[in-house]
């Protein structure tokens, strides 16, 4: 291979570089890959297809870098199939070849050749030998000046078949600018002055590797889109416990007229007081992170008066990655003030989903001064995964890791999600934890412990994915009839017994929510005594685009297991504690609703809370369009529609009891007290206040319809 200089300067070294003055042609675009077939390209093998692939294909790691919507990516098939991709003739004409390259690193296996008189004189890799990696195009480019006026070809070449046997490349242009370079493992000093180091960001750009050290030691690694210039964002890093040490940021590569490590800065806040929670799409009902991505709900509890929500957390960007626990806290299960990283990756892996429990009895022996300790249990997600714990002495503010970690090793790869309970009649601890078996059958394993720490399978059962919850209702609220549910991820679940060692079901697998995008959700440990509710959260899969964070949470859920004709069954409702948001109230008369009338109101609040109770009497259909978001019952079939997701709702002596709640990015609607809990994702218009309400093909009875005006959980 040749680079058109290989430099080292102190410790970055150069890929490529070279200088072009006056003079300069305009660049061709030679190939862009972005029509359906290859043109006037010729392929050989099957590696390559027929056309250009449309981004990432069946089993890869998500694809980026590449510019439009194609590229050339020879893992059609996986890395299995071979082939090559032969450019028709061309002349040289400029003094580089630019061009994008990602895939395997193998010479002459995975690369793109430029040859004249057929004989290979630059040729190319992408960057992956190794399991893990990117697959991510990064910029390269051939220096090709004293060539110019040959006849030449270009060929993309999969010559390999295992791990990263695949090339990727888009892009190619011939220019006589010089393209920008890639520099290696810069790095920039600092004295830690402030609580948090500011990462630029800019969703979309190349992800780079960024090492911390603090006095010569690693003490945070992290993937980042690094803004070269113009941040979109800035991304916190809390560096508040090594004030006055030198810290040294490094990063495996950055483009060479890159800005992003100059750009980095201190500050006191996390995010600038004043625009913290005012972004044009943050939920204002639901809890979402100050900054970058959340999915699941972890280690939800109740201790020394304050609820505690940790979260799966990517802190550096708007997409999964990075996991650590992300925490914040609050008193009454409406408003949440988020303290910072509460897990962060160690050398066991990223800190996937766990749960907390508080260990009022000190059966750990983490306990000090004679107060409990609260426990947190999370899957290290590294090779092998394996379950690990941490405690907290001073009320959940910091945890220190168990220095005997993991509690639990690995069964098979992949086993995570530990879900800890106290079981009461056995006195002892269960853990309840998702194993893929090696015949790849989805298990929940049960475990138990008396100290915390030392951990027996004691049964298994199949059929639930991922962050399985086992917990125990009283029957219609009755605590002489409990019973237990076990249920994981996508909130389906069993009814049944539970007798401190095997679940053993009482009704088959029931579906849980009925809408879109509500997932691992896990029930809180430890809500104050005399309460006794059951309150659940989940993750909400609602996107934010071009917001600085991303996803939200379910708001509280009060459980409750009751009867009905075919068994007992789960009802879903937001916690009463909800209720102080509402501000003003729009009340709709009790009375007939004739068919083509439509009643309507402008409302006086963007965020609302609907309680509704309609009778459908002789209307065929009820509909309500709520902020443009449209909501329908078929008194023929007895299904409510939301946004186009139809959900079973049975009328109850003739009526649809209806509860809605309307944030910026998420509607949850309930139904039928609580049966039927549809949560759907949806980009409510912002400027669109209309609420109104119609019948078709005959009268209905609207019997209550009430609009609350709610204010924000963010003070
Ligand atoms: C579910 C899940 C968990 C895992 C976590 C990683 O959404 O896949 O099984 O622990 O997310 O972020």
Request: with cysteine; charged share 20%.
């Amino acid at each position: 291979m040749k680079w058109f200089c290989v430099a080292s300067v102190l410790a970055a070294s150069l890929l490529h570089v070279g200088r072009t003055t006056g003079d300069d042609k305009a660049e061709i675009v030679f190939a862009d890959f972005e029509g359906s077939d290859y043109g006037m390209w010729q392929t050989s093998g099957t590696a390559f297809g027929s056309g250009p692939a449309k981004g990432t294909l069946a089993g890869q790691m998500p694809v980026s870098g590449f510019l439009g919507q194609g590229l050339v990516n020879s893992f059609l098939g996986g890395d299995g199939p071979t082939g090559k991709l032969t450019s028709p003739e061309f002349t040289i004409e400029r003094k580089f070849v630019g061009f994008l390259i990602g895939g395997g690193g193998y010479e002459k296996q995975t690369c793109m050749n430029l040859l004249v008189d057929g004989k290979v004189v630059r040729d190319a890799t992408g960057p992956n030998t190794q399991g893990g990696g990117s697959e991510q195009l990064e910029p390269a480019a051939w220096d090709v000046s004293d060539l110019l006026g040959k006849t030449a070809r270009i060929e993309i070449v999969d010559d390999a078949t295992g791990g990263w046997g695949h090339v990727n490349v888009d892009q190619i242009v011939f220019t006589d600018r010089r393209p920008v370079g890639l520099v290696k493992r810069q790095s920039r000093e600092l004295v830690a002055e402030k609580r948090f180091l500011l990462f630029p960001v800019r969703t979309g750009a190349a992800k780079r590797n960024v090492k911390l050290s603090v006095d010569g030691r690693a003490e945070r690694q992290f993937e980042i889109e690094l803004a070269d210039r113009d941040a979109e964002w800035w991304a916190p890093l809390d560096v508040g416990a090594w004030k006055g040490k030198k810290l040294v940021v490094e990063v495996d590569k950055l483009a060479e007229d890159s800005q992003a490590l100059a750009a980095l800065k201190q500050g006191d806040d996390a995010v600038p007081p004043g625009e913290a929670y005012r972004e044009a799409l943050r939920p204002q009902l639901h809890f979402s992170p100050r900054r970058g991505w959340l999915n699941d709900p972890n280690g939800l509890a109740f201790y020394q008066g304050q609820y505690h929500v940790f979260f799966q957390h990517n802190p550096y960007g708007w997409a999964w990655g990075n996991m650590h626990w992300g925490h914040a806290v609050g008193r009454d299960l409406v408003h949440w003030r988020e303290i910072g990283e509460a897990l962060y990756p160690d050398s066991l892996g990223p800190m996937f989903s766990g749960s907390a429990v508080v260990d009022w009895n000190n059966t750990s022996g983490f306990g000090r001064d004679g107060k409990p300790p609260l426990v947190l249990f999370y899957t290290a997600a590294g090779n092998p995964t394996v379950q690990c714990l941490a405690y907290s002495n001073d009320g959940g503010k910091t945890f220190t890791k168990y220095a005997h970690n993991p509690v639990v090793e690995q069964f098979t790869p992949g086993n995570r999600d530990p879900k800890v309970i106290w079981h009461e009649p056995s006195r002892r601890w269960v853990m309840v934890l998702y194993v893929e078996s090696p015949d790849k059958k989805h298990l929940i394993d049960f475990l138990t412990s008396s100290d915390l720490k030392q951990w027996t399978l004691a049964s298994q059962t199949e059929g639930f994915f991922e962050c399985p919850d086992l917990f125990e209702l009283p029957l219609d609220g009755n605590a002489g009839r409990k019973k237990w549910v076990l249920t994981a991820a996508s909130s389906e679940y069993q009814v049944g017994t539970f007798d401190g060692e095997r679940f053993t079901p009482e009704t088959p697998k029931l579906p849980g929510h009925r809408g879109r995008g509500f997932y691992a959700a896990q029930t809180f440990s430890d809500i104050p005594a005399a309460d006794g509710r059951r309150i659940q959260v989940g993750w909400l899969q609602a996107p934010s685009p071009g917001m600085p964070f991303n996803q939200c949470l379910s708001v509280p859920l009060k459980l409750d297991l009751v009867t009905t004709p075919d068994g007992p069954r789960l009802t879903w409702s937001p916690v009463k504690e909800l209720e102080q948001l509402r501000t003003g109230r729009q009340v709709f008369p009790a009375g007939a609703l004739e068919p083509g009338q439509s009643k309507k109101v402008a409302l006086q609040s963007e965020l609302l809370d609907i309680a509704a109770v309609i009778e459908p009497a002789k209307a065929a259909e009820v509909v309500l369009d709520v902020r443009g978001v449209a909501l329908a019952y078929d008194a023929a079939k007895q299904e409510l529609t939301v946004n186009g997701q139809r959900a079973p709702a049975p009328l109850v002596d003739g009526k649809l009891d209806l509860r809605i709640l309307v944030d910026r990015t998420v509607l949850e609607v309930f139904a039928n007290g609580g049966l039927v809990y549809v949560p759907m994702p949806a980009i409510v218009p912002a400027d669109n206040r209309n609420f109104s309400v119609s019948a078709k093909g005959g009268a209905a009875r609207l019997e209550k319809l009430e609009l609350h005006a709610l204010s924000s959980i963010w003070e």
